[in-house]
C-alpha cells in the first residue's frame, strides 16, 4: 500500500511538474506574442507620425519649388557681382530685347516659354496666358477654390480657373516695361529655373527668377502660392491689385 501511495504521490507530483512547464511555455508564448504586437504598434505609430499627407507633402513641393527660384536670385547677384569685377558668365545673354520685339515664342524650351508668357501678359491675351501656366497641387486647389467663390455669372464669364488667374496676372503685369533680357537658366531633370530682368521707362529694373516644369505640351510657367494667395485676396478681400513679381 504504501508504495502504491508513493507511486501515485510521485505520479502527481510529475503531472502537476508537466502542467507547470507547460502553463510556463503558454505564458512564455503570449509573452512573447504580447512583446511582437507592441512593437509592432509602436513602429504603426512611428510611421503613422513620419507619414506626410497629401497636403503637406504639396506644400513641401511648393515651397522647394520657390526655394529653387530664391536660389536661382542668388546666383544671378553673384553673377552680378562677378561682373562688376570683371567677371562674366558665358551662359547669359544680357542684351535687353524691347517690349516692341517681343512675339510669342512656343514653348519648346524655359525661355521660349518665359518669352511667350511676357508676350501675352503685356497683350492681355488671357486664353495663351492661361495656356501657359502650371500649377502645383496645393496652389490648384487654392484656384479651385478662388473659383468656386465667385458669382455663377462671373464664372460663366471667366470659365475655368486658369483663365482668372492669367486675367489677374495680366492685370498687374507692368504697364511700364520697357524691356527684357533672359540673364540665366538652371535645369534639373523636371524643373527650369530662368533669371530674368525687367526694365522699366523711368529706369528701374527688377531682376527674378521663375520655376517652369514641362507638361505634355511643352514648359510652363508655375503660379507661385505666394501669388496665389495675394489673388485670393483681392477677389475675396476687396484689395487693390498688387504688381506681380512675375510676367
Do not use: C
Not at 67 to 91: F, K, M, N, T
Not at 183 to 188: A, Q
Not at 194 to 199: A, L
Amino acid at each position: 500500500m504504501l508504495l502504491i501511495a508513493a507511486a501515485a504521490v510521485g505520479g502527481a507530483i510529475e503531472h502537476g511538474r508537466r502542467e507547470a512547464a507547460r502553463e510556463a511555455s503558454a505564458l512564455a508564448a503570449a509573452r512573447r506574442q504580447n512583446m511582437a504586437v507592441l512593437r509592432l504598434r509602436e513602429e504603426n505609430q512611428r510611421l503613422e507620425a513620419a507619414r506626410i499627407s497629401p497636403v503637406e507633402r504639396s506644400r513641401l513641393e511648393d515651397d522647394h519649388s520657390e526655394a529653387q527660384a530664391a536660389r536661382a536670385r542668388l546666383l544671378e547677384l553673384r553673377h552680378e557681382i562677378d561682373a562688376a569685377e570683371g567677371g562674366s558668365d558665358p551662359g547669359a545673354s544680357r542684351v535687353p530685347v524691347p517690349v516692341e520685339a517681343w512675339s510669342y515664342a512656343g514653348r519648346d524650351s524655359p525661355r521660349a516659354a518665359l518669352k511667350s508668357v511676357l508676350w501675352a501678359a503685356s497683350h492681355a491675351d488671357v486664353d495663351t496666358l492661361a495656356s501657359l501656366l502650371g500649377f502645383s497641387p496645393e496652389v490648384r486647389k487654392r484656384a479651385e477654390a478662388l473659383y468656386a467663390q465667385l458669382p455663377t455669372d462671373t464664372q460663366q464669364e471667366y470659365g475655368s480657373p486658369e483663365r482668372v488667374v492669367a486675367t489677374l496676372l495680366a492685370g498687374s503685369f507692368p504697364k511700364d516695361a520697357s524691356a527684357m533680357s533672359l540673364l540665366s537658366e538652371t535645369n534639373s531633370a523636371t524643373a527650369a529655373v530662368v533669371v530674368m530682368r525687367m526694365d522699366r521707362s523711368d529706369g528701374a529694373s527688377r531682376t527674378n527668377g521663375f520655376l517652369l516644369h514641362p507638361a505634355q505640351d511643352g514648359w510652363r510657367l508655375m503660379v507661385p502660392s505666394s501669388v496665389m494667395a495675394d489673388y485670393q485676396r483681392i477677389l475675396t478681400g476687396g484689395a487693390q491689385t498688387p504688381e506681380s513679381p512675375a510676367p
